[in-house]
Nanobody
Framework: QVQLVESGGGLVQAGGSLRLSCAAS????????VAWFRQAPGKEREFVSF????????YYADSVKGRFTISRDSAKNTVYLQMNSLKPEDTAVYTC????????????????WGQGTQVTVSS
């Protein structure tokens, strides 16, 4: 079992930065692949970024490539999403998800989800 708790969301102006954290409980979290998803009001949940259990491979949605960076600190059982050059269209609830199966962007493949953290980017 893995429990995930996101933090770091908030209100920021366009062009600003935020760093989201996804803290996990469970001794085996280092064996889990982790992804970030987001959902804006009135829209479906969409994939943002993915990192393998080792941190050796990362993957990004085209909409955030070059602006967002995913990383993980196994000693702290935490995955981070550094978000730079934020745009109003990045406004959404950001949620991290974990699974031992390699999946990247397929939402329904992830068994463990956090509650989400709100990111609001003002123009």
């Amino acid at each position: 079992q893995v429990q995930l708790v996101e933090s770091g969301g908030g209100l920021v102006q366009a062009g600003g930065s935020l760093r989201l954290s996804c803290a996990a409980s469970g001794r085996t979290f280092s064996a889990y692949h982790v992804a970030w998803f987001r959902q804006a009001p009135g829209k479906e949940r969409e994939f943002v970024s993915f990192i393998t259990w080792s941190g050796g491979y990362t993957y990004y949605a085209d909409s955030v490539k070059g602006r967002f960076t995913i990383s993980r600190d196994s000693a702290k059982n935490t995955v981070y999403l550094q978000m730079n050059s934020l745009k109003p269209e990045d406004t959404a609830v950001y949620t991290c998800a974990a699974d031992r199966t390699y999946s990247t962007s397929r939402i329904h493949d992830y068994d463990y989800w956090g509650q989400g953290t709100q990111v609001t980017v003002s123009s």
